[in-house]
């Protein structure tokens, strides 16, 4: 029976004739079409991000369960049960935005602490505007003092949240909360409920309406490359050779850049932003000091950049560090090249094992471009832009819906699903739900194992390239009433 409601407009970025394909097949699957929406939208387009940070145990997660509208972040009456940084997507007032639920942020930690700190500082870096929740209960503490500082220097719009002010005689105690210097505090009861609408709404005022990096959506903006690598792998010194002239400091002793240096550079009849950033010594909660804040902004950068170029110097052998910041760009999901930087110190032994060396350590990003160069001399500098536009045009790539479940239908008759427990899953339909990276949705009848997705996905790319560009493939399983396992 079909509803009388007009259907919902489609989603930001995703075509009409696209939606209304998408709402067909999930109808005749079985899906709610209203509840799915959420996949489509949620890659729609950029985001603006919302980090909501605090001193441990001042009720972070059950504020942002409150956002949500539901319980999603685990709650405990315990401080320290949240330690890496948590995204969700959420709505206000018909706006979409995401929110990055965090650890406690404590001062002078160590292990584990300290890590969970790094996290924190993290979403801080990445975020378009915070939210700093406050016990007003306990009022002010040295731990908050010590976050706000963090939050001046960082310079984001920052929303103060006091929290645990269940009636109005708690309102005093919010009162006292104005001698942080962050402006108005607003008084609400996380668990309750009380007076989150009005936090929400003073969120909404402080948040741009898309992030301050859009990705390039603005006509002649220039694309947001960033340049990581470890320490002394040649950054500084391509982007110098890019520019044709000394912009930053280029030295031996590795570790020379500590901020990521913002640079724009005409290549190709074009202007592109490249940022140069500090190099990935280790694991950032291993680091100290100087070179830990460091790791922290270029993480940071390759956020807010819409490719990474990840140098890689061939003198040397193909380390886990290497593998390690590929992997940050990929999970990032920002569109991908591989320099492969000093080509002209090259031996022919040395190429033969650097190309044994890529075979076995960098399997997993096959699909990204290669340019085999010198920052020194120049060499090859002329192939880096074009590796650069067919990554980004990978990454802005959208499949029509049409186009997708032919190639589908194709795949699962000749290649179906192993029978797992009796039982074979079938693909029933997918859509693309987003692009910048491209993100696929497979609706099915049952679980589909890892191995078949990476099979789904190593045949997408067959069929419909993506050089340069992660992909995203996650599956929605149709769950039978009077059938459904726990």
């Not at 220039?222 to 030295?251: C, F, M, W």
């Amino acid at each position: 029976m079909h509803e009388e409601n007009t259907p919902a407009p489609a989603p930001t970025g995703v075509g009409e004739e696209e939606y209304a394909e998408f709402l067909r097949l999930a109808e005749e699957e079985g899906f709610e079409a209203d509840e799915l929406r959420g996949e489509m939208a949620a890659g729609g387009g950029p985001q603006p991000v919302l980090a909501v940070v605090g001193r441990p145990n001042v009720g972070k997660s059950t504020l942002v369960n409150r956002i949500l509208g539901r319980r999603e972040a685990v709650v405990e009456d315990r401080p320290g049960v949240t330690r890496d940084r948590v995204t969700y997507h959420a709505e206000w007032a018909g706006r979409r935005f995401k929110v990055v639920d965090t650890g406690g942020w404590e001062q002078d930690v160590l292990g584990i602490d300290a890590a969970v700190a790094a996290q924190a500082e993290f979403a801080i870096a990445a975020a378009d505007a915070v939210i700093l929740v406050v016990d007003a209960t306990v009022g002010a503490t040295d731990t908050d003092e010590a976050v706000v500082k963090l939050l001046r220097r960082a310079g984001k719009p920052v929303v103060l949240c006091a929290n645990k002010v269940d009636g109005p005689s708690g309102e005093a105690d919010a009162t006292a909360l104005w001698s942080l210097g962050l402006g108005e505090p607003h008084p609400i009861s996380a668990l309750h409920g009380r007076g989150t609408g009005d936090l929400l709404d003073a969120v909404l005022d402080a948040m741009p309406q898309a992030p301050a990096e859009s990705f390039g959506e603005t006509v002649g903006g220039p694309r947001r490359i960033a340049l990581v690598g470890r320490p002394n792998v040649g950054k500084s010194s391509l982007l110098n050779k890019l520019a044709g002239e000394e912009r930053v400091v280029v030295d031996e002793q590795a570790g020379t850049t500590r901020d990521p240096v913002d640079e724009l550079i005409e290549l190709g009849d074009r202007t592109w932003r490249f940022v140069d950033t500090a190099g990935i010594r280790r694991r950032v909660h291993l680091q100290e000091g100087a070179d830990y804040y460091a790791s922290l902004r270029t993480a940071a950068a390759v956020e807010k950049a819409e490719a990474a170029v990840v140098l890689i110097d061939v003198s040397e052998p193909i380390s886990v560090q290497d593998t390690r910041i590929i992997s940050m760009a990929v999970d990032a999901g920002r569109a991908l090249v591989l320099a492969y930087n000093k080509w002209d110190t090259l031996d022919e032994e040395r190429r033969f094992y650097l190309e044994r060396e890529i075979e076995r350590d960098l399997v997993q990003v096959r699909w990204a471009p290669r340019v085999n160069l010198s920052a020194r001399t120049g060499r090859h500098l002329e192939k880096l832009v074009p590796a650069l536009e067919t990554a980004l045009e990978s990454w802005d790539t959208r499949v029509p819906t049409g186009k997708l479940n032919a190639f589908l239908g194709e795949l699962v008759a000749a290649h179906p699903h192993p029978v797992r427990g009796g039982k074979q899953p079938r693909i029933l339909f997918g859509t693309q739900a987003g692009t910048r990276p491209p993100r696929f949705v497979l609706f099915a009848s049952g679980f589909l194992e890892a191995g078949y997705r990476r099979f789904i996905e190593r045949r997408l790319r067959e069929r419909f390239g993506f050089e340069g560009s992660p992909i995203q493939v996650s599956v929605r399983v149709r769950e039978k009433r009077g059938n459904r396992r726990s």
